[in-house]
């Protein structure tokens, strides 16, 4: 039996490398596994030998103890991977592709996911709809971010990769096609951005890095970025975005002295439920409703909000009682009142990951460089966790198997 490592929530603010089963084709128990689920059979997936493997800000949030994980629940929902066994129903995906997988699972059967809402398809998690590998309440699928993976419904859930050798030579950049890089154009795409637009990004993590290249690929006038940590500042400025340093003040002023006026026609949330207050440095308190409510003041009345942040419905750590319930303060009447449009929720990740493929492939977009992806073993994961946390301008990629220089 071929051996499989794994990296795995043990207790709030801390991951460790363990042994874990090699996959079969069947969904069994294990932490986080819906009991509907144990014993379901997977003969329409595949096993991959994972290629590359991204430590995401979601994952952080269970890392944190900000969420109802179980310890010892296999983390990754982004992967990237080789094709080494298919199931008995599988037709078209054979072993050796080379394949991008999108972080939401969906069977392609019901009708949300024929209506290409692949974030929520009813038929993969008990729980709820939408599901995602290595997940809290996603069904148990296991996490990706180890040796090998199951991979359901492949036909329909695997992006294949027309050329094996010219996808190795910007493996980085494909990488980030199973969630940061469709999640942050989502958030553009939803937020109405086009050619000309006026944008503004709360966050430069890797989710507002990519919402920002996002935009200057939908044709934005302005992109401006906004966050408490200049590290990642520069890193937006290193491809051409302005900034806001969130440390001196709310956005409106700095947006003027940018644009003219305090608005943008365009408002993209990138930080989600763990929001910090403006003007108070890198200690500033936590404060979950601030980016919703600042974007709706700084958005143009007709203007739309994309809002690929992370808000969840379970937080033990929230700094009150509604905040533990996903609870937040929005002052909705400045929405009403300025007739803004507002999306939430997964990223139904493919109704863009084949154009988004494309322009990687074409040369269009530069998306490693500019969330400054960096490679590192699998042994190392606990490390590249913390720096992570602590704030590293830096896109971590696990790379259990060797397939990465």
Known sequence: MTGNKAVAYKEPGKVEVIDIDYPTFELKDGPGVNPANVGRPVHHGVILKTVATNICGSDQHMVRGRTTAPPNLVLGHEITGEVVEVGRDVEFIKVGDLCSVPFNIACGRCCNCKERKTGICLNVNPDRPGSAYGYVDMGGWVGGQANYVLVPYADWNLLKFPDKDQAMEKILDLAMLSDIFPTGFHGAVTAGVGVGSTVYVAGAGPVGLAAATSAHLLGAAVVIVGDLNEDRLAQARSFGCETVDLTKGGPAEQIEQILGVPEVECGIDAVGFEARGQGHGKNAEEAPATVLNTLMDITAAGGALGIPGL?????????????????????????????????????????????????????????????????????????????FDAGAATKYVLNPNGYLN
């Open 311 to 387: 808000y969840v419905t379970g937080d033990p750590g929230g700094i009150d009682e509604a905040a533990k319930k996903g609870a937040l303060s929005l002052s909705l009447g400045t929405g009403w009142a300025k007739s803004l449009s507002f999306t939430t929720g997964q990223c139904p990740v493919m109704k863009y990951n084949r154009q988004l493929m494309m322009a990687i492939l074409n040369d269009r977009v530069s998306i490693a460089k500019n969330v400054n992806a960096k490679p590192i073993p699998l042994e190392e994961a606990p490390k590249g966790y913390a720096e």
